[in-house]
């Protein structure tokens, strides 16, 4: 296969086929031969990231992760991406064993909801799990670009992490109200600019039952644009070497 880039998921399946749908709807194809060429490494057996964040007695990602990016080592990729956004507070080990870039989902997210508004500071809300919340994966990245950040309370995470894990993990189920009333809390109560949906069962949400507002910032869509445009990038530049190669001969 030509220039390909790889992405990691089963964190979880769903999102996953999600994600890749994501891509090949913003790819501009007329023809097979138009699609960007990816290799889907489908882990379902990674431990779930908040456990382990949660309680680190808890069984690790990590082993996993890294089986995942040597694999996609040798296939030779040209980028990774992640479709879990927890996965993420483990990028930094994993970049280290990384041939290639590892894309940034909370980073692109964030950008895409700076862009929302030139005004500074923002106030951005974050919906993620709850490992995701404790890790400060988003709040840092918030904060360092001089924005604020606001995460659901007690009582809203815990409706939050039912709808993930329980609704939408486990029985492919979204309850529309719950979920347009936890991001309408942050827009209309916590009178946030942006809110960012960090996590991919969120946006297996927003894609069957869509929040709609300009507001809302799906960060697994936000990676798939970046994906996208980088991927073909690629593909463009290699297209231009093979011609340059052919003329020169």
Avoid at 70 to 94: D, S
Avoid at 113 to 134: K, M, N, W, Y
Avoid at 202 to 222: G, H, R, Y
Wanted: proline share 4%; net charge negative.
């Amino acid at each position: 296969m030509e220039q390909c880039f790889g992405i990691i998921g089963g964190m979880g399946t769903m999102a996953t086929e999600s994600f890749v749908h994501a891509v090949n709807q913003l790819t501009n194809a007329h023809c097979d031969q138009d699609y960007l060429n990816y290799v889907v490494l489908n882990d379902a057996q990674i431990p779930d990231r908040t456990a382990y964040i949660l309680d680190h007695h808890r069984a690790s990602p990590l082993p996993a992760l890294k089986s995942d990016v040597r694999l996609l080592n040798r296939l030779a990729v040209q980028f990774i991406v992640m479709t879990c956004n927890t996965a993420h507070y483990f990028v930094p080990e994993l970049t280290k064993i990384s041939r290639v870039p590892i894309l940034n989902m909370p980073m692109v997210a964030v950008k895409a909801a700076s862009q929302q508004h030139s005004d500074l500071p923002l106030r951005i809300g974050i919906l993620a799990t709850t490992g995701t919340i404790q890790s400060h994966l988003y709040q840092d990245i918030i904060h360092a670009n001089g924005h604020v950040s606001v995460v659901p309370s007690e009582a809203e995470q815990v409706q939050l992490m039912d709808l993930i894990y329980h609704d939408i993990k486990q029985h492919s189920f979204v309850d529309q109200a719950k979920f347009h009333g936890l991001i309408a809390q942050l827009l209309n109560v916590e009178h946030c600019d942006a809110v960012i949906l960090g996590c991919t069962e969120l946006s297996v949400a927003q894609a069957t039952n869509p929040f709609m507002s300009e507001k809302v910032i799906d960060a697994q869509q936000e990676l798939a644009k970046t994906t996208v445009y980088r991927a073909q990038s690629v593909k463009t530049t290699l297209l231009w070497e093979q011609r340059t190669q052919s003329v020169n001969k």
